[in-house]
C-alpha cells in the first residue's frame, strides 16, 4: 500500500505563492499518474492538476499559467508550486496517487488527508 502525507499549506496573501508537497511512501512497484485535487467549504472536490510517471502535466483551467505540477521520481514526492494566489483558491489541498502493487502489478490508487490553503485578500 501506499501512504501519502500533503504538506505545505498555510496562510498566505492574494498574489503570493506557496509550495505543496506530497511525499509518498510504502510498498509499491511504481507511482503511476499523481492528481492534485482542492476541495472548498461546500463544494466538491475538484481536480487542479495531474502528471504522469514521465511528466506530463494537465491544468484545470482557472490555475493555467499559474500552477505547475512536477515530481522527483528519486524522491517518490510531487509538488504543486503555486503563484499569484487568488482567494477563490483557498481550499483543502489533497493529492492523489495511482500506484502498481509490488509482485501482481495490480494498479490502486490512495488518498492523503489534505493540506489546507487559505489565501487573504
Known amino acids: 500500500q501506499v501512504q501519502l502525507v500533503e504538506s505545505g499549506g498555510g496562510l498566505v496573501q492574494a498574489g503570493g505563492s506557496r509550495r505543496l508537497s506530497c511525499a509518498a511512501s510504502g510498498t509499491f512497484f511504481t507511482i503511476e499518474t499523481v492528481k492534485w485535487y482542492r476541495q472548498a467549504p461546500g463544494n466538491q472536490r475538484d481536480l487542479v492538476a495531474s502528471i504522469t510517471r514521465l511528466g506530463t502535466a494537465v491544468y484545470k483551467e482557472s490555475v493555467k499559467g499559474r500552477f505547475t505540477i512536477s515530481r522527483d521520481n528519486a524522491k517518490n514526492t510531487v509538488y504543486l508550486q503555486m503563484d499569484n494566489l487568488k482567494p477563490e483558491d483557498t481550499a483543502v489541498y489533497y493529492c492523489?496517487?495511482?500506484?502498481?502493487?509490488?509482485?501482481?502489478?495490480?494498479?490502486?490508487?490512495?488518498w492523503g488527508l489534505g493540506t489546507q490553503v487559505t489565501v487573504s485578500s
Open positions: 492523489n496517487a495511482e500506484f502498481l502493487e509490488v509482485g501482481t502489478l495490480r494498479s490502486d490508487d490512495s
